[in-house]
């Protein structure tokens, strides 16, 4: 069964190796950039981390950075994401909730932009 929950530091390797292409196009590179930057936000904003599993693995990822004035939707990756339309569809919920009270701008990376529009 599939739930949301807030994201851990023992969840960062398995995060950043799956958005680790949405970092850079060097597979490698692009891993230590997400590996730092999922650390970085778990230090600055743990709670709007967000990971969903089925209890064997993880299956989507977000994280969210809500600013003074912006809000940015900084990772959201399913994987597999046409085989998993109920991870991506919890995920889409969670960021519901936020963006009905957001009173700022509101800041998506591309791709978090695409698979939000395409799914």
Request: aromatic residues 6%; glycine residues 2%.
């Given at each position: 069964?599939?739930?949301?929950?807030?994201m851990?530091?023992?969840?960062a390797?398995?995060?950043?190796?799956?958005?680790?292409?949405?970092?850079?196009?060097?597979p490698?590179?692009?891993?230590?950039?997400?590996?730092?930057?999922?650390?970085?936000?778990?230090?600055?904003?743990?709670?709007?981390?967000?990971?969903?599993?089925?209890?064997?693995?993880?299956?989507?990822?977000?994280?969210?950075?809500?600013?003074?004035?912006?809000?940015?939707?900084?990772?959201?990756?399913?994987?597999?994401?046409?085989?998993?339309?109920?991870?991506?569809?919890?995920?889409?919920?969670?960021?519901?909730?936020?963006?009905?009270?957001?009173?700022?701008?509101?800041?998506?990376?591309?791709?978090?932009?695409?698979?939000?529009?395409a799914?």
């Amino acid at each position: 069964m599939l739930k949301i929950r807030n994201m851990g530091v023992e969840d960062a390797e398995t995060v950043a190796k799956m958005v680790a292409l949405d970092h850079d196009a060097d597979p490698a590179k692009g891993y230590k950039e997400a590996r730092k930057h999922t650390l970085d936000h778990l230090k600055i904003v743990p709670q709007h981390c967000y990971i969903v599993d089925d209890d064997k693995q993880i299956i989507a990822a977000m994280v969210l950075h809500p600013q003074d004035k912006v809000f940015e939707i900084e990772d959201f990756h399913v994987k597999e994401i046409q085989r998993n339309k109920q991870a991506l569809a919890l995920l889409k919920a969670r960021l519901l909730e936020y963006l009905e009270n957001v009173q700022t701008e509101v800041l998506c990376c591309p791709y978090a932009l695409m698979r939000l529009i395409a799914n």
